[in-house]
């Protein structure tokens, strides 16, 4: 996969796991991500999970990992899980589903 170099966007799907809706978390996590400058979008899933699909730069997805397994988020998290590929068509901005 092209990207670890910092040179290419990537994406990086993230599975966050505790207690993390009901609790502005995607807010959030959208907040911290338009900052950072990324592409995608946050869910809520069905099991309880929030999922995370963020594009940009390697460096720039590990800055919103490294927040998400932070003190600050909102909830309490307990897990994180995330995978890397290419990126797709991309996205428009960053959306809360």
Known sequence: MQGRDGLQPVRATIWVR??????GFRWWTRARA???GLSGYTSNLGD???QVVAE???GECEQLLALLRGPDTPGRVTGVT??????GEGYDGFAIR
């Open 34 to 36: 338009l900052e950072i």
């Open 18 to 23: 505790g207690r993390v809706q009901q609790v």
């Open 48 to 50: 309880g999970r929030v």
């Open 82 to 87: 995330e995978i890397w590929s290419a990126t």
């Open 56 to 58: 940009g730069l390697h």
